[in-house]
């Protein structure tokens, strides 16, 4: 029989076993992966590492982040699903991609006359919090964000509404109606694809902000950019982290995140704008041409534009949206910020 100092010391042994098995295991980081469609040298993908970077900073290496830029483990169409079914923890892609997926979110996407990246981030995350659709039900949003408008670039000049009539033009999401009522052909594809498009002659033109041609290289592959403000219309773009990832994160490392979510959203919308400088001045220096078109010609645009809002608005009405609330507060969120 075992002594009774012998069962102490083996009772101290088990318990010290416990204790170091226990540790380790508190020791071991909460592993979190990060699907980004930016590539590493857009503005976006490199927020997205900084963003992962200061999560592991704040919380002293208890997370650890595994980034993985220019949809190199998820296709931004995919992204949205990859996250809700865990094969990525964390994803940031375009609502608009996932057609049909965010019915009230798709308000964003009307051509409301956006100013800035700055001005839409602020607007969808807004938007997100006075009306908590029900369509992100199965997901944490960390942020939201919204790029600077969406304009025409283009191989051929447009300097007249009836100079786009025909022309086939990349987009994708809700702007695909806007590039019908333009009269135009619209060919419907994610960003990443659109460079070899215009450069193989798929597309003609592409609507999307001016950033691009930085960004994607896509100054490389068009001649001109016609200023369509009036009719500048946002994409909305997310953070989303799996439902279970999050409810499974301690409190404190949650508080970490919803922190690090505030001031990146700013980050963000911020970087919507330096982007679109930068895709202006990449796009002058090739010698491609800027067109501005006249108070005269933005109105003829905006007014063609313009019943594609009553469009979605009748929609949008009939699968039980309050729809026309919608419209009007974006308006007014439009003049406010």
């Known amino acids: 029989m075992m002594s009774k100092t012998g069962i102490i010391a083996s009772i101290l042994s088990i318990t010290l076993a416990v204790s170091l098995t226990a540790a380790t295991a508190m020791a071991k980081p909460i592993e979190i992966s990060f699907s980004n469609m930016f590539p ?7 927020l997205g590492q ?3 970077d200061e999560i592991e900073k704040r919380t002293d290496g208890r997370v650890k982040m595994t980034y993985y830029p ?3 483990l998820i296709s931004p169409p995919q992204t949205y699903s990859a996250i809700v079914d865990g094969i990525t923890d964390m994803g940031f892609s375009v609502l608009g991609y996932s057609r049909g997926v965010f019915p009230a979110l798709e308000a964003i996407d009307l051509p409301m006359g956006y100013k800035s990246g700055i001005q839409a981030t602020k607007i969808i995350n807004a938007f997100y919090e006075k009306f908590q659709p029900k369509e992100l039900n199965k997901i944490k949003v960390m942020f939201f964000t919204a790029h600077g ?3 025409i670039h283009s191989k051929d000049p447009i300097r007249t509404l009836e100079d786009i009539r025909g022309m086939k033009v990349r987009c994708y999401g809700f702007s695909v109606k806007v590039v019908e009522a333009l009269g ?11 460079y070899e498009a215009l450069q193989k002659g798929v597309c003609d033109a592409t609507l999307v902000p001016i950033e691009a041609l930085k960004g994607w290289k896509q100054g490389e592959v068009i001649n001109y ?13 997310y953070l989303f982290m799996n439902k279970d990832k999050w409810a499974d994160l301690p409190a404190d490392i949650q508080a970490i995140f919803e922190q690090v979510n505030k001031e990146w959203m700013v980050k963000y919308g911020e970087a919507w704008d330096t ?4 895709g202006r001045e990449f796009t002058l220096e090739l010698g491609n041409e800027i067109i501005s078109l006249s108070p005269e010609e933005n109105k003829r645009w905006a007014d063609v534009v313009a019943p594609v809002i009553d469009t979605w608005v009748k929609e949008a009405s009939k699968k039980g949206l309050p729809a026309q609330e919608y419209v009007d507060f974006l ?3 439009v003049k406010t910020y």
């Not at 590493?40 to 490199?46: A, L, M, R, T, Y």
């Not at 982007?275 to 930068?278: A, G, P």
Request: charge should be negative; charged fraction near 15%.
């Open 275 to 278: 982007s679109d400088q930068e």
């Open 50 to 52: 900084e963003y992962c």
């Open 40 to 46: 590493p040298s857009h503005i976006h993908g490199q």
């Open 70 to 72: 220019g949809g190199s």
């Open 225 to 237: 950019t016609t200023e369509t403000y009036s009719i500048g219309y946002t994409s909305g773009l």
């Open 331 to 333: 308006r007014e969120a």
């Open 149 to 151: 408008p969406g304009l």
């Open 184 to 194: 135009a052909v619209p060919v419907a594809m994610a960003q990443n694809q659109a």
